[in-house]
């Protein structure tokens, strides 16, 4: 079992940016591929991104495409999701999630371990 544990949410005017951390125990976390996935109130959980186990390929949302970088680091087993000119339909938790399989997959349903989540609040 993986335990994942996010950080880096807060409140942020709308323009600003934010570096949101998830950091990784229990399992080897260079064989596991990341994602990222947000959800708002009343609304479903949709996934923000996604990074194979090596990073060498990432999946953006055509939400965040060009606002946000994924990355991560498997010496101190964290991936992180920086977040610029934030909008304000970017308010939501985020969450991270991690999957064996070697791509990168928007269902939620195909990751097996997530955080509790951050909360991401963006004002006008």
């Known amino acids: 079992q993986v335990q994942l544990v996010e950080s880096g949410g807060g409140l942020v005017q709308a323009g600003g940016s934010l570096r949101l951390s998830c950091a990784a125990s229990g399992r080897t976390f260079s064989s596991l591929t990341m994602g990222w996935f947000r959800q708002a109130p009343g609304k479903e959980r949709e996934f923000v991104v996604g990074i194979t186990y090596r990073g060498g390929m990432t999946y953006y949302a055509d939400s965040v495409k060009g606002r946000s970088t994924i990355s991560r680091d498997n010496d101190k087993n964290t991936v992180y999701l920086q977040m610029t000119n934030l909008k304000l339909e970017d308010t939501a938790v985020y969450f991270c999630?991690?999957?064996?399989?070697?791509?990168?997959?928007?269902?939620?349903?195909?990751?097996?371990?997530w955080g509790q989540g951050t909360q991401v609040t963006v004002s006008s």
């Open positions: 999630a991690s999957r064996e399989g070697w791509n990168v997959d928007s269902r939620p349903s195909q990751y097996t371990s």
